[in-house]
């Protein structure tokens, strides 16, 4: 029983005791907006050389997937005339790395006297901001037309090789030293994605190849790295689409992109790997084959790996884009009920590929993807000789830091094939 007069004191503090909760409940109301609305919008005015054809259509690129995560035609950009804008939702203190392109790479924006320019780079400031750009100039034409053969030792190309359900495409094979005269000798087979840039700088992004011939040829001849095949296989443009295992929103985040991995992994495995073997001498089990790639080339071969052990021993993914999909590989490897173990897997990540630290443990958070994933594949049974991290130290996200690296790369991929 509460006594009237302490009734009375509790009901005449009501309003203040109202008055505070109401306050409080404000506050956690605007905090609570403020986290929703965290996200900086940047308005893009953009100004473009005067000559450039009024049929031309403007894109912009770079490392968000609202900027179309480096796909050089996927986002559009408006403009009239020699002007542009745009507007884009980004998190406060991302670090943004963009470029303008007419819609490929052999179009990217360009310096007056046609050099190529380093990307764009915006620490994404925290409320509304506008960014007015000028692009000075676009190169003229594909990268083939600019740049001479860089190719080095026996490489031999299958033009329009065909797909049943994707586009056709390049091959390139790398044969190593002395294939044609020992014909009885069969080799160990690594395939590689992006095979534009594997081997020639004229085939090759911005110029930037990985020197996969010049290495094995190297390699070889010191005796650090065994004879092998190498088979790239060139992208195109739906390269986004092939190389991930999930659909994600693209840019105008009406439409989705991504998701075609397993196709393509059937165009691996089930088109080129058997005209491979066919034509050339390979050694054709999982242990004597393996896959390499970068970014979402990295990505979809860590997948082809996981997915696919009983075709594939050795897997490389180099700079992987392992947060695409809300980390879904990551959460599959984490899930999958009879993970395989024999796989012999190399990942790595450079230093200076991205500053984004979302979780402020002063790592990026590419760096945190990628040893999360090197953690968990131990904690699931990995033997620790059986995966090999790599950090490089102030290395970019490019064909030529990728190149730098390689020799390690392919040393890690190739020990068992010693004495083949």
Same mark, same amino acid.
């Given at each position: 029983?509460?006594?009237?007069?302490?009734?009375?004191?509790?009901?005449? #503090?009501?309003?203040?005791?109202?008055?505070?909760?109401?306050?409080?409940?404000?506050?956690?109301?605007?905090?609570?907006?403020?986290?929703?609305? &965290? /996200?900086?919008?940047?308005?893009?005015?953009?100004?473009?050389?005067?000559?450039?054809?009024?049929?031309?259509?403007?894109?912009?690129?770079?490392?968000?997937?609202?900027?179309? %995560?480096? /796909?050089?035609?996927?986002?559009?950009?408006?403009?009239?005339?020699?002007?542009?804008?745009?507007?884009?939702?980004?998190?406060?203190?991302?670090? $943004?790395?963009?470029?303008?392109?007419?819609?490929?790479?052999?179009?990217?924006?360009?310096?007056?006297?046609?050099?190529?320019?380093?990307?764009?780079?915006?620490?994404?400031?925290?409320?509304? @901001?506008?960014?007015?750009?000028?692009?000075?100039?676009?190169?003229?034409?594909?990268?083939?037309?600019?740049?001479?053969? @860089?190719?080095?030792?026996?490489?031999?190309?299958?033009?329009?090789?065909?797909?049943?359900? $994707?586009?056709?495409?390049?091959?390139?094979?790398? $044969?190593?030293?002395?294939?044609?005269?020992?014909?009885? +000798?069969?080799?160990?087979?690594?395939?590689?994605?992006?095979?534009?840039?594997?081997? %020639?700088?004229?085939?090759?992004?911005?110029?930037?190849?990985?020197?996969?011939?010049?290495?094995?040829?190297?390699?070889?001849?010191?005796? @650090?790295?065994?004879?092998?095949?190498?088979?790239?296989?060139?992208?195109?443009? *739906?390269?986004?689409?092939?190389?991930?295992?999930?659909?994600?929103?693209?840019?105008?985040?009406?439409?989705?992109?991504?998701?075609?991995?397993?196709?393509?992994?059937?165009?691996?495995?089930?088109?080129?790997?058997?005209?491979?073997?066919?034509?050339?001498?390979?050694?054709?089990?999982?242990?004597?084959?393996?896959?390499?790639?970068?970014?979402?080339?990295?990505?979809?071969?860590?997948?082809?790996?996981?997915?696919?052990?009983?075709?594939?021993?050795?897997?490389? *993914?180099?700079?992987?884009?392992?947060?695409?999909?809300? #980390?879904?590989?990551?959460?599959?490897?984490?899930?999958? #009920?009879?993970?395989?173990? !024999?796989?012999?897997?190399?990942?790595?990540?450079?230093?200076?590929?991205?500053?984004?630290? +979302? !979780?402020?443990?002063?790592?990026?958070?590419?760096?945190?993807?990628?040893?999360?994933?090197? /953690?968990?594949? $131990?904690?699931?049974?990995?033997?620790?000789?059986?995966?090999?991290?790599?950090?490089?130290?102030? &290395?970019?996200?490019?064909?030529?830091?990728?190149?730098? +690296?390689?020799?390690?790369?392919?040393?890690?991929?190739?020990?068992?094939?010693?004495?083949?």
């Amino acid at each position: 029983m509460i006594h009237s007069g302490l009734r009375s004191k509790i009901f005449s #503090h009501r309003p203040f005791l109202l008055v505070i909760c109401l306050l409080v409940a404000g506050l956690g109301l605007v905090s609570l907006l403020e986290g929703a609305d &965290a /996200d900086t919008q940047l308005n893009f005015e953009v100004r473009l050389p005067d000559n450039l054809p009024p049929s031309a259509k403007l894109f912009i690129t770079g490392n968000h997937h609202a900027l179309g %995560d480096w /796909d050089p035609g996927l986002i559009e950009v408006p403009r009239v005339g020699n002007r542009a804008n745009w507007s884009v939702s980004l998190p406060a203190d991302y670090v $943004l790395q963009f470029k303008f392109t007419l819609g490929d790479w052999g179009h990217v924006e360009a310096a007056v006297d046609g050099s190529e320019i380093e990307n764009r780079v915006l620490p994404v400031p925290r409320g509304q @901001t506008t960014l007015r750009v000028a692009v000075s100039g676009f190169k003229s034409g594909a990268p083939k037309d600019q740049y001479s053969s @860089t190719i080095v030792g026996n490489v031999r190309v299958h033009k329009d090789f065909p797909a049943r359900n $994707l586009a056709a495409r390049t091959l390139w094979v790398y $044969l190593p030293p002395g294939y044609d005269q020992e014909a009885a +000798r069969r080799y160990p087979v690594i395939y590689m994605q992006d095979g534009n840039n594997c081997f %020639d700088a004229a085939t090759s992004f911005n110029g930037q190849e990985w020197k996969v011939d010049e290495t094995f040829e190297a390699g070889i001849a010191s005796g @650090t790295l065994p004879a092998a095949i190498v088979v790239g296989i060139a992208n195109t443009a *739906a390269r986004v689409d092939e190389y991930t295992m999930v659909k994600v929103l693209r840019g105008d985040r009406r439409t989705r992109t991504g998701g075609k991995a397993d196709l393509y992994a059937s165009f691996l495995i089930d088109e080129v790997k058997p005209f491979i073997d066919s034509t050339y001498r390979t050694l054709v089990d999982a242990s004597h084959t393996a896959v390499i790639g970068s970014s979402h080339g990295g990505l979809v071969s860590l997948y082809l790996g996981i997915r696919h052990p009983a075709v594939f021993g050795a897997v490389g *993914a180099v700079s992987p884009t392992l947060a695409w999909g809300n #980390h879904w590989l990551t959460n599959y490897v984490r899930h999958l #009920h009879g993970l395989p173990k !024999n796989l012999r897997v190399w990942i790595d990540m450079g230093t200076a590929e991205d500053a984004v630290d +979302r !979780n402020g443990n002063g790592i990026s958070d590419l760096i945190d993807d990628v040893q999360e994933m090197r /953690d968990l594949m $131990l904690s699931r049974g990995y033997e620790p000789e059986r995966v090999e991290l790599m950090i490089a130290e102030g &290395a970019v996200h490019n064909e030529a830091a990728w190149a730098k +690296r390689l020799p390690q790369i392919l040393e890690f991929i190739c020990r068992p094939w010693h004495g083949n």
